[in-house]
């Protein structure tokens, strides 16, 4: 069955640090992953796709196949970067997310 | 346009009481899905509309769980003769049909007592 970790519950760094939240995911198949954001008291939404190979509010991630992982990085943390980040994954011929647990990521001033 | 509503925000409920929650996604989104946030278990998945018929129940957890879309727009869940480990927060998402971007509702938080 398909998987996905996020090993990390809470990751906290200071403004203008990298940051690099982890994400590995198990699955046999070729699988589409994506990372969703949740700020506070705001709902769920889709940050980025690894299909998209694009960047958003300056975030990045890599789908590693050999490592069947897909880190979400950033250069430059800020502090409205501080939120719960979701790794997710759908899997062939499948439209329902696979979710990881989560990371806290609280970004200090 | 608006984007995916659900109703009620919140519901406390009684052990054993039966309750409905309503997802109404956006307009023109034939995929709908039903998803389950609780603590210690992240987010499930829980059942997949497209159009009216559910082709995915495979994450309901038991059969006190059933859902129901009319018209390809609004759906039910509802959740008979509850328990106290329902309760956890019941999130709502549609995506156009060849779209795998799904757009989340704010959620119904759900408290059996």
């Known amino acids: 069955a398909q998987r996905v970790t996020q090993p990390e519950k809470l990751l906290s760094v200071f403004k203008g640090a990298p940051v690099e939240l982890k994400c590995n995911y198990s699955?046999?198949?070729?699988?589409?992953l994506f990372w969703y954001v949740q700020y506070s008291r705001q709902r769920l939404q889709l940050l980025l796709r690894?299909?998209s190979r694009e960047s958003i509010k300056g975030f990045t991630a890599d789908l590693n196949k050999g490592e069947t992982s897909f880190h979400l990085k950033k250069p430059f943390a800020q502090e409205e970067d501080s939120a719960m980040y979701y790794c997710?994954?759908?899997?062939?011929?499948?439209?329902?997310?696979?979710f990881g647990k989560g990371t806290k990521l609280t970004v200090n001033p | 346009g608006a984007g995916v509503s659900q109703s009620p925000s919140n519901k406390v409920t009684e052990k054993g009481k039966d309750v409905e929650l309503r997802c109404d996604p956006i307009s023109g989104h034939t995929a709908l899905y039903w998803y389950r946030q609780s603590l210690g278990q992240g987010l499930e998945f829980l059942i997949y509309?497209?159009?009216?018929?559910?082709?995915?129940k495979s994450g309901l957890p038991s059969d006190r769980f059933s859902a129901e879309r009319t018209g390809g727009s609004v759906s039910t869940l509802t959740i008979q003769r509850t328990q106290q480990e329902d309760s956890a927060v019941y999130l709502c998402a549609s995506s156009l049909g060849d779209s795998l971007e799904q757009y989340f509702g704010p959620g119904t938080r759900l408290t059996v007592t």
């Open positions: 509309f497209q159009g009216n018929s559910a082709p995915d």
């Open positions: 690894h299909i």
């Open positions: 699955y046999s198949g070729s699988p589409e």
């Open positions: 997710a994954l759908t899997k062939d011929g499948s439209e329902k997310l696979v």
